[in-house]
């Protein structure tokens, strides 16, 4: 995502030496390394975005995941999905749809490419047994929401065959335009939910981004409570900076875990923070730790 470091560029300058001082307040320094963790909780399916981590190559990386409980690795393609089988992993959100965040589904001239992508990909997805697709809504450039709403809508209307023959759930993810991503449609979880009102299939939901929702309008776990059965998917990540997700931000994640194991999800919350301490695979192992209530 388009924050400090970009995920369309996925390049990382981050090293991978030692680990800097444990958070002491959530998680002690015993916890952290490179060791395979204690066994998880099992109440979050945990992901991971790959984008996050570009400097390690990604078989190296399926390999540290396994190691530290998480299912998925995720925001990957068709051609990485024989690595992921190799390792046991899936991929929790595909991602690869044309026109990517700026170009998507609330502009009608977008939608033959859009749709031929998800007839074209939904099988293979399935084959694999990966469950979810990635779309956007694109940027409004003038457009009202009501129009981009009814836009967005017959695109999806348009996808939802396919998406229910083969089992796969396409997830539109709700971004920041006040930051990160300036213009974005789909940035408010109340213009989501009415969407997924008007497309009216259970194989369409949201992908509620926990940091982005944090930026735009706050209110994280009384939304989640009140918007749950929309939601297919979760991200994480520090506010501000989208960093680790520990003390040195203003979300208190266990609590936020809590209210989404509450509401009876049983998809994925991917850690989707840019890691800033120099051991950036211990940062991955803290949160997946700090999220596993």
């Given at each position: 995502m388009k924050t400090k470091v970009s995920r369309r560029t996925a390049i990382q300058h981050l090293g991978t030496g030692a680990v800097a001082l444990a958070f002491t307040s959530q998680l002690p320094a015993s916890t952290l390394g490179a060791e395979p963790t204690a066994k998880l909780k099992g109440r979050i399916r945990h992901s991971v975005c790959k984008w996050c981590y570009g400097k390690i190559p990604l078989e190296e990386f399926c390999v540290s995941a396994k190691q530290m409980g998480i299912e998925s690795v995720e925001l990957l393609e068709v051609r990485d999905f024989p690595l992921l089988k190799k390792h046991d992993l899936v991929c929790g959100m595909v991602s690869g749809v044309p026109g990517g965040i700026e170009n998507g589904l609330n502009r009608v001239e977008n939608h033959d490419k859009i749709v031929q992508f998800f007839e074209q990909t939904s099988p293979k997805v399935a084959e694999y047994g990966h469950p979810n697709i990635i779309c956007f809504s694109g940027n409004r450039r003038g457009m009202s929401d009501e129009q981009g709403l009814d836009n967005c809508a017959a695109g999806l209307k348009r996808i939802m065959p396919?998406?229910?023959?083969?089992?796969?759930?396409?997830?539109?993810?709700?971004?920041?335009?006040?930051?990160?991503?300036?213009?974005?449609?789909?940035?408010?979880?109340?213009?989501?939910?009415?969407?997924?009102?008007?497309?009216?299939?259970?194989?369409?939901?949201?992908?509620?981004?926990?940091?982005?929702?944090?930026?735009?309008e706050g209110d994280i776990i009384a939304t989640i409570r009140e918007n749950s059965k929309y939601i297919g998917h979760y991200h994480t990540g520090g506010v501000p900076g989208r960093n680790e997700i520990d003390e040195t931000q203003e979300i208190y994640y266990p609590v936020v875990m809590q209210a989404i194991v509450a509401t009876g999800f049983k998809g994925f919350v991917a850690q989707e923070f840019i890691p800033k301490r120099p051991d950036i695979l211990a940062s991955l192992k803290q949160g997946i730790q700090i999220c596993d209530v």
């Amino acid at each position: 995502m388009k924050t400090k470091v970009s995920r369309r560029t996925a390049i990382q300058h981050l090293g991978t030496g030692a680990v800097a001082l444990a958070f002491t307040s959530q998680l002690p320094a015993s916890t952290l390394g490179a060791e395979p963790t204690a066994k998880l909780k099992g109440r979050i399916r945990h992901s991971v975005c790959k984008w996050c981590y570009g400097k390690i190559p990604l078989e190296e990386f399926c390999v540290s995941a396994k190691q530290m409980g998480i299912e998925s690795v995720e925001l990957l393609e068709v051609r990485d999905f024989p690595l992921l089988k190799k390792h046991d992993l899936v991929c929790g959100m595909v991602s690869g749809v044309p026109g990517g965040i700026e170009n998507g589904l609330n502009r009608v001239e977008n939608h033959d490419k859009i749709v031929q992508f998800f007839e074209q990909t939904s099988p293979k997805v399935a084959e694999y047994g990966h469950p979810n697709i990635i779309c956007f809504s694109g940027n409004r450039r003038g457009m009202s929401d009501e129009q981009g709403l009814d836009n967005c809508a017959a695109g999806l209307k348009r996808i939802m065959p396919v998406a229910e023959k083969h089992k796969v759930t396409v997830c539109m993810e709700l971004l920041n335009s006040k930051r990160d991503h300036k213009d974005y449609m789909c940035d408010h979880t109340a213009w989501g939910a009415e969407l997924c009102r008007r497309v009216g299939s259970e194989r369409f939901k949201l992908l509620y981004d926990i940091y982005h929702m944090q930026i735009m309008e706050g209110d994280i776990i009384a939304t989640i409570r009140e918007n749950s059965k929309y939601i297919g998917h979760y991200h994480t990540g520090g506010v501000p900076g989208r960093n680790e997700i520990d003390e040195t931000q203003e979300i208190y994640y266990p609590v936020v875990m809590q209210a989404i194991v509450a509401t009876g999800f049983k998809g994925f919350v991917a850690q989707e923070f840019i890691p800033k301490r120099p051991d950036i695979l211990a940062s991955l192992k803290q949160g997946i730790q700090i999220c596993d209530v």
